[in-house]
């Protein structure tokens, strides 16, 4: 078995105006989990439809700011010290309706390869 290590926070990568800081990704976690910090400007709409995952649960935990996820339909503000999980298939979004900048903790599981986490579509 392979001692795990602490490592430094990942790449950060752009998609239009989020950034993504990937902090875990399968292969450091044996495939049980992807995690990563987005952070999204204030005022900024997510400029993405809505989308769904039906290979694994995304929880997200707030850590500044906030962000309202749309979960089915429901309206849900994840401010700091917040989680909202969102469980498979079910169509979301989130947009950063207030006047600071937001950020959250997602955490996927199982994990998920990260390009294919920003190109899902609801079916």
């Given at each position: ?46 400029r ?29 503000d ?46």
């Amino acid at each position: 078995m392979t001692v795990p290590t602490a490592r430094s926070a990942g790449e950060v990568i752009h998609v239009g105006p989020l950034e993504i800081c990937y902090l875990v990704e399968r292969a450091d976690s044996n495939g049980s989990v992807t995690m990563f910090e987005v952070t999204v400007p204030a005022g900024e709409k997510l400029r993405a439809p809505a989308h769904s995952h039906d290979a694994y649960e995304e929880t997200v935990y707030g850590l500044g700011g906030v962000l309202t996820f749309t979960v089915d339909g429901r309206r849900n503000d994840v401010a700091p010290g917040q989680s909202l999980c969102i469980p498979r298939g079910a169509v979301h979004r989130f947009d950063n309706d207030g006047g600071e900048d937001a950020k959250i903790l997602s955490v996927i599981s199982p994990a998920s390869s990260r390009p294919t986490i920003f190109m899902r579509r609801p079916p």
